[in-house]
Each structure stands twice: as structure tokens, then as C-alpha cells.
């Protein structure tokens, strides 16, 4: 340690305190680790939440009771088709190498299409003519798909783009641009390509070349879509959006009581030191007296050793 920390004043409490202070940490430490142990486990909990969400929203089983009393939509399982048929068209993005100054237009990187979303913020510069600008310029209401990627988990991810953060935003050829006709949602097919089926069948697609994986644009094409009739998409939206909002309150509460308990053992140990954990007793013996105690008793085991030494040497 420093010199300051060797010079500081150590407040020592008596014995009989220190075993009471180390039982009633034993205690509370136990009861906030079983805290955390608990809190561990919600992640994994909402994780499976929003996949189930997903799963009954492309199933038909989340709207079914909406069905039932909606004389307009029809008892019927949803139509499958290729997700060519709702298209208007399928854009790989734009290939020259952007740059990290700031010249140019916005352009997304390949990190930006993540679980359903598009982060506007993950962007670098590419400069361009007008001509290419506006045939590439992304907007509201565009699906981005992520057709090559160092892990498969994201290769095949679609996001919606649900708002533009920037006059003008373009696209890296590693992402696709799919643009649909009026027959389907991009919500709702935001939604479907999230659902546990949707990315399983998409990544049975994948090939890996190069030690990277990708999936080509017919690939995506040839995916199978369940969609319903459109006021029935519009219902799943609305739903699922609801859901997650509640999803999204959970995690805020999580992270804030994991914060919490993070911070909990911390803030037990320094009211251990500074006694305020439990009561003091005044019968206690001072833990410096007892020090002294243990020295003096040590100063004349020492003493009597050698004495005897010096017996043994002149007898």
C-alpha cells in the first residue's frame, strides 16, 4: 500500500462486534446474492416472451379471439406466399468504400439492421452524384436485410426503417432494400421475418464463402410469407407493439434493480465499516485492548523464552 494508506487511522471494533458484523454480512450477502441469481434469469425470460409473441403473431393464435368477433376477417389459415409476390422491388445497396470524415451523404454500415430495428446512428460517408443518390436513398417505410455477415446471426435480419433521421440516408451493398407492394404491411413483414420460423427458414438459406456467411437476394425472394388480409395485419401490429412496450417496461425495471443490487454489496460493506450495521455494545471489550492484550501476552511468552535460553546456555 502507499505511505498515506500505511498512515491512515485503521478504526479496529471489538472482537465480539466484528462476529456479530461478519454473521449479519453472511446473512445479507446470502439474501443479495439470491437477489442476483433471480435477476439473472429475466433476460432470458423476456428473450423467450417476445419470441413467443412473434411466433403467435405469424401464426394466426395472437389475433384468433379478434377473429372470431370481426365479422369481415375470415376463418381461414393464412395464405403462404413467396415473399416475391409482395415485392416491388429488391435492391442490393451501393458498393465504393464509404469514408469516416464526414464528406458525403449518410450511409448506413452493415451493423445497422439489428432484431427488427435500423440504427440511424451507425452510419459513415460515402460521396456520391445526385443520379445514384436518389436511386439509392433509403425511405420511411423501407425493409433493410443484412445479406452478408461474419455471423450467422444476423445474416437474413430484417429492420425497418420507421422514420428518417436524415434528409438523405443510403445503404452498403452488404444490405438488401425491399420495397413492397401494397398487399402487405412493412411492419407486419418486419414482424414475420423477426418470428423463431421465419429465421429458422431463412438461415437453412445461408452459404458461407470466405469465412463469410450470406444469403442471396432470390433466396430472400423464394422465403415463404404467412400473411393475412390487411386490417388483420394492422391488428397484429398493434398487438405486438403493445406487447413489446410492455417487454421494454420489464427490461427498464430489470436493468434498474440489477443496477440496484450491483451496488448493494458495496454499500453493505461500507456501513459494515463504518458500524452502522449493527448495534454496539458498550459492555463490548475494545478490540484495542484486546490487541494490547494479545501483545503483552506475546512480549512476556517472549521474555520467558529467553530466560530459559539463557538457563539452558549457563547450565
Known sequence: GTKQGKEAPFVLAPLSEQIRIADKLDRILARVNAAQARLDKIPTLIKRFR????????????????RENNVSAPMVDYDQVPFDDLLTELRNGLSPKPNENGKGIPILRISSVRSGAVDQSDIRYLEVEEKIRDLYKLKEGDLLFTRYNGS???????????ELNHEYLLYPDKLIRARLCDKALPEYINIYFSSPKARNSMLESVKTTS????????????QLVSIPLLDEQYEIVRRVESLFSLADTVEKQYQDAKARTDRLTQVILAKAFRGELVPQNPDDEPAEALLQRIQQQRSEQATAGKRGKARKVSG
Not at 419470441?51 to 379478434?66: F, H, I, Y
Not at 450467422?152 to 420507421?162: A, I, P
Not at 469465412?211 to 423464394?222: A, E, N, P, R
Open 51 to 66: 419470441q413467443s409473441v412473434l411466433a403467435a403473431a405469424t401464426s394466426g393464435e395472437l389475433t384468433r379471439e379478434w
Open 211 to 222: 469465412g463469410q456467411k450470406g444469403i442471396s437476394g432470390k433466396d430472400i425472394k423464394s
Open 152 to 162: 450467422l446471426e444476423f445474416v437474413g435480419g430484417c429492420g425497418l426503417l420507421k
